[in-house]
T-cell receptor
């Protein structure tokens, strides 16, 4: 069974701070890595994906990948109350299957 | 508007009944997926299909069945053999040669 591990949280940060979300995965063959945001009662929405080691930035979001350590993270700069949600990490081996972590709940306090 | 639709939004089932959840997409995506999400947990793969008339079991296929007769449709049947079917069911699709999945709004199934 391919495992994707996330701290369930909740992670609480003040408005304007940087939120750091972490994810580890067990399968060294994983090639693609995704972060989804899920509001309570809603379906996941894709925030970012990353394929190569290093950082990838998109607006206030930065994904970081370290394949040697089997670790992927998401940084949210200038956190807003609207960022309060559960963040799901997902990995894929490029064989059409995706494996999801259980998610980290983020609370951004005004 | 292009997108993925699921119906119904809420579904109530009596024990022993089979129910079918609808998933339709007009994105012209080749691959489609069904996931189950339980409270406080991640998504678990039930079935997936990469092409019409072909589908594969995921990690928790027991008690479920699917069909893929048309590219845009991938219905999921929850049978009476599924012992604990109360959950949030999510359908997703993916374009060929792309890795990103996009999700429908979900169906919340409750067994009474």
């Amino acid at each position: 069974q391919k495992e994707v591990e996330q701290n369930s949280g909740p992670l609480s940060v003040p408005e304007g701070a940087i939120a750091s979300l972490n994810c580890t995965y067990s399968d060294r063959g994983s090639q693609s890595f995704f972060w989804y945001r899920q509001y309570s009662g809603k379906s996941p929405e894709l925030i970012m994906f990353i394929y190569s080691n290093g950082d990838k930035e998109d607006g206030r979001f930065t994904a970081q990948l370290n394949k040697a350590s089997q670790y992927v993270s998401l940084l949210i700069r200038d956190s807003q109350p609207s960022d309060s949600a559960t963040y799901l990490c997902a990995v894929s081996d490029n064989f059409n299957k995706f494996y999801f972590g259980s998610g980290t709940k983020l609370n951004v306090k005004p | 508007d292009g997108g993925i639709t699921q119906s119904p939004k809420y579904l109530f089932r009596k024990e022993g009944q089979n129910v079918t959840l609808s998933c339709e997409q007009n994105l012209n995506h080749d691959a489609m997926y069904w996931y189950r999400q339980d409270p406080g947990q991640g998504l678990r793969l039930i079935y997936y299909s990469q092409i019409v008339n072909d589908f594969q079991k995921g990690d928790i296929a027991e008690g479920y069945s699917v069909s893929r007769e048309k590219k845009e449709s991938f219905p999921l049947t929850v049978t009476s053999a599924q012992k604990n079917p109360t959950a949030f069911y999510l359908c997703a699709s993916r374009e060929d040669r792309a890795n990103e999945q996009f999700f429908g709004p979900g169906t919340r199934l409750t067994v009474l």
